[in-house]
């Protein structure tokens, strides 16, 4: 299980200021874990993994010439886009589905998960945005992309694309408009999920560091094939360029949390290379 690597760093520009991630890209388990004990059907569900996310952020970052971060392991094994903290970080029944590898699990398990797998992901993610602010000289902008099921529990999720995000607006109002602005696709506003989670990688990353950002979903079915993914490829292209070559989009800004204060302590991090506002 040691060799097994939780992350994949694509390789691109860092001048460019611009970041992809891909928390979910994958459905991989590890040999040693036996697939938890589930059929190899689970692993081609959205329980495992973000379907089609794995090609269109290695489309976008190829187009873009932008380095992009990936998750090698299912969201079943550990999920990264939680805390560390988070009780939800190792799911016992996702969609109906009992996930025999995780209940019952022990403590030392848990935080072997955690240390081995979900710690170098954010690792990995951290140094790429360190790396690009000190290479640009100015704030990254970072974009997660996501997928999510046409349907939930029989009813339909209209939206074609949604973004989610907490309070920092500054990506999420160019994104929204730029999607819609052709007006063939409903874009949701922090629909069908709620973009505020206390510890996730937008907050860990971005949003107590004051670095603009933004998490896009896309519809599964959109996406779970190869014409789906140049056709959103040809789309998200010239939205995500546009939106870097916005200056605005390139300042330390620290906003608020709607999920409460920020860890006792906090303090702006003395390597920044600019100047931050704190907006309440």
Not at 52 to 69: D, F, K, M
Not at 181 to 206: F, Q, S, W
Not at 227 to 235: E, H, K, N, Q
């Amino acid at each position: 299980m040691n060799e097994f690597l939780p992350f994949e760093i694509v390789d691109g520009r860092y001048d460019s200021g611009l970041i992809l991630l891909a928390d979910h890209a994958t459905n991989h388990i590890p040999p040693g874990y036996h697939r938890l004990g589930l059929p190899d059907s689970a692993f081609e569900r959205h329980i495992a993994f973000d379907i089609g996310i794995e090609a269109l952020t290695r489309e976008l970052a190829g187009r873009l010439g932008v380095p992009a971060v990936m998750s090698r392991f299912s969201r079943l094994l550990i999920d990264p886009n939680r805390g560390e903290d988070d009780p939800t970080i190792i799911m016992r029944i996702s969609d109906g589905a009992i996930i025999p590898g995780n209940h019952p699990i022990s403590t030392d398990e848990w935080q072997r998960r955690i240390e081995t797998f979900h710690r170098p992901y954010h690792h990995a993610v951290g140094d790429t945005i360190a790396k690009a602010a000190e290479i640009s000289g100015r704030a990254p902008l970072v974009l997660s992309l996501h997928s999510y099921t046409p349907a939930w529990k029989g009813v339909p999720r209209p939206w074609h694309a949604a973004v989610l995000w907490d309070t920092d607006h500054r990506a999420v109002r160019p994104l929204i408009d730029l999607l819609g602005e052709p007006g063939d696709i409903l874009v949701g506003d922090n629909e069908p999920y709620d973009g505020a989670l206390k510890g996730d990688t937008m907050y860990r990353h971005c949003m107590i560091k004051g670095i603009p950002h933004a998490l896009l979903e896309v519809r599964q079915d959109l996406i779970g094939h190869e014409a789906g993914v140049t056709a959103w490829a040809d789309r998200l292209q010239p939205v995500f360029a546009r939106m870097n070559a916005d200056p605005a989009l390139h300042r330390y800004e620290v906003h608020a949390s709607r999920t409460g204060p920020y860890p006792e302590g906090f303090e702006f991090p003395t390597s920044d290379l600019n100047s931050k506002e704190f907006v309440s």
